[in-house]
């Protein structure tokens, strides 16, 4: 194995982690991790098959669920190598290149389903307070260029981040906390300034899923405010429910989201353990709960699933 501290760059390796002191388990770790990123595959690929082959869920919400879908999918994907290498087989070493490249993937799928759980808070804020224009503000093509935006949003932000990280050399411990690669902490390992890495991270953590988080907010003060104003109770309950789901999902993603990044810049060592539980539920976590709340509170869909499975 190649230090970290090696004068050639690109032999050097960082060790990636699982969870401190449990490696006598890490094969019963395994399995539910495991169950994890099955449920999560088939869960978000079902969405997609049963939105792809049902025109009647051809709609503007079904169309962002879709697209909220196929990002958890990539998101599983990108950590599904290195955390069950570690757990099956105590793989724990990862080349810088591939460090980066997984940098990579994982910020810019993060921002990405902050950007989509941003446009299906505005589906909602559209529905809800200006039910009658609903269908000629978000038209099929309309809806293709607001999700190419924020896509390629997510991917201008983040691209610079591996170059960023590549530039420096690394003479510290080569030991990461997670199993999987983060920009802010893989930065911390360099033995150079990284006062440009942080203030660049805070600054796209700040334009990206602060900025989105802020504007859900104030699209859910909007429909309560128009709900309470204009309906009857019973309808008011009826029109908040079809938030839930959503709702869900924001939580499920912002709040380990947030958790995450102040631990990380804030945390101290006896926030090590809470830094890498946090980590796996802000990855896992949403891509594994979203199809499955999803399911259970939307009647249209859950109907379709299971005429599919009944068959």
């Known amino acids: 194995?190649?230090?970290?501290?090696?004068?050639?760059?690109?032999?050097?390796?960082?060790?990636?982690?699982?969870?401190?002191?449990?490696?006598?388990?890490?094969?019963?770790?395994?399995?539910?991790?495991?169950?994890?990123?099955?449920?999560?595959?088939?869960?978000?690929?079902?969405?997609?098959?049963?939105?792809?082959?049902?025109?009647?869920?051809?709609?503007?919400?079904?169309?962002?669920?879709?697209?909220?879908?196929?990002?958890?999918?990539?998101?599983?994907?990108?950590?599904?190598?290195?955390?069950?290498?570690?757990?099956?087989?105590?793989?724990?070493?990862?080349?810088?290149?591939?460090?980066?490249?997984?940098?990579?993937?994982?910020?810019?799928?993060?921002?990405?389903?902050?950007?989509?759980?941003?446009?299906?808070?505005?589906?909602?804020?559209?529905?809800?307070?200006?039910?009658?224009?609903?269908?000629?503000?978000?038209?099929?093509?309309?809806?293709?260029?607001?999700?190419?935006?924020?896509?390629?949003?997510?991917?201008?932000?983040?691209?610079?981040?591996?170059?960023?990280?590549?530039?420096?050399?690394?003479?510290?411990?080569?030991?990461?906390?997670?199993?999987?690669?983060?920009?802010?902490e893989v930065m911390k390992l360099a033995c150079s300034d990284i006062t440009v890495n942080s203030i660049y991270g805070l600054s796209v953590k700040l334009l990206t899923v602060g900025l989105d988080s802020l504007l859900i907010f104030l699209s859910y003060v909007m429909i309560i405010k128009t709900v309470l104003s204009v309906a009857s109770p019973k309808e008011s309950l009826r029109a908040l429910n079809t938030c839930v789901s959503h709702l869900c999902a924001v939580l499920l993603f912002f709040t380990p989201e947030i958790g995450l990044s102040v631990i990380h810049r804030f945390g101290n060592s006896s926030s090590h353990l809470l830094q890498i539980l946090l980590g796996y539920v802000y990855l896992l976590v949403p891509p594994l709960m979203n199809p499955i709340v999803y399911s259970v509170k939307s009647k249209h869909l859950r109907t379709r699933i299971i005429r599919v499975f009944i068959k």
Request: proline share 5%.
């Open 1 to 184: 194995m190649s230090a970290v501290n090696d004068t050639n760059f690109n032999s050097a390796v960082f060790l990636l982690n699982g969870i401190p002191g449990k490696e006598d388990v890490y094969l019963w770790i395994f399995i539910p991790f495991c169950l994890m990123y099955v449920i999560s595959i088939v869960g978000n690929s079902v969405i997609l098959f049963i939105i792809k082959t049902d025109p009647s869920l051809h709609e503007p919400m079904y169309i962002f669920l879709s697209m909220l879908a196929v990002t958890d999918l990539s998101l599983s994907l990108s950590t599904m190598p290195t955390i069950l290498g570690i757990y099956l087989f105590n793989f724990r070493e990862i080349s810088l290149d591939a460090c980066f490249a997984q940098v990579f993937f994982i910020h810019s799928l993060s921002l990405t389903e902050s950007s989509m759980l941003l446009l299906m808070a505005f589906d909602r804020f559209v529905a809800i307070c200006n039910p009658l224009r609903y269908a000629s503000i978000l038209t099929p093509p309309r809806i293709a260029k607001l999700g190419l935006v924020f896509v390629l949003r997510g991917v201008v932000l983040v691209f610079p981040v591996p170059f960023l990280l590549k530039r420096f050399r690394y003479c510290r411990s080569n030991v990461l906390s997670h199993s999987y690669c983060l920009h802010q």
